[in-house]
């Protein structure tokens, strides 16, 4: 008898192990589960949020140290020599008719169809000054211009080129050696500079 109450008794420690093993699973598991998760992603986070504590710290000192290197540049032959931005534009303009008129072309070789100021679509840390280009070049030419201008002192900037080919050769009918009519490129440009002026921007505030 005596053991036969020591069996029942092991019996009911594993049938109360087994009863709570299965109720772990159904009811607890998954929580506690997600609990870790939790946790561990509340970790990751508040570590992302001290580095962001950190940067942001070094903020000011970045922002005036910005500022010192923009008040700097005042000697610096980088930048177009004017100060305002009606001076730059026409200062611009003259530098670029100054690049054509050193290649001493001919009218029917390359010309300058249009030049015309226009809005800085894009921000940068300072003044930008920009000049919409359009000419029609024989290809050559164009290619000394455009070397030219990247020699240049202001530095000059060349952005959105579009070359569109018009018939680039015919030949006239005067003769079996007559030489190929060369057509000229259509050319257009955004040219641009900058003054020395720097830009504030709403996060260096």
């Known amino acids: 008898m005596k053991l036969d109450a020591n069996m029942n008794r092991w019996a009911g420690l594993l049938v109360l192990l087994l009863v709570m093993v299965i109720v772990y699973f159904m009811f607890f598991h998954n929580f506690i589960v997600e609990h870790a998760g939790l946790n561990e992603s509340i970790d990751e986070l508040n570590s992302s949020r001290q580095k962001y504590i950190n940067q942001a ?9 910005l500022k010192e ?30 690049v054509f008129n050193e290649q001493g072309v001919e009218r029917d070789v390359c010309q300058i169809i249009s030049q015309q100021p226009t809005q800085d679509r ?3 840390q300072f003044e930008k000054i920009v000049l919409r280009v359009r000419m029609r070049c024989q290809y050559e030419v164009f290619a000394k211009i455009l070397a030219s201008l990247e020699e240049n002192t202001p530095s ?11 018939n680039v050769s015919r030949y006239r009918r ?32």
Do not use: C, H, M, W
């Not at 900037?157 to 080919?165: H, K, M, P, T, V």
């Open 156 to 166: 000059l900037f060349i952005n959105d080129l579009r070359l569109e080919a018009r």
């Open 57 to 65: 710290a070094k903020a000011p000192a970045l922002k005036t140290k």
């Open 69 to 98: 290197v923009k008040q700097q540049v005042g000697s610096n032959d980088e930048f177009l020599k004017a100060e305002t931005k009606n001076l730059g534009n026409a200062e611009l303009t003259s530098l670029f008719k100054n």
């Open 174 to 205: 005067k003769g079996a050696d007559a030489a190929p009519t060369v057509e000229n490129l259509e050319v257009r440009f955004e040219l641009y500079a900058y003054l020395k002026n720097p830009i504030e921007k709403d996060d260096e505030k």
């Open 122 to 124: 894009d921000l940068d």
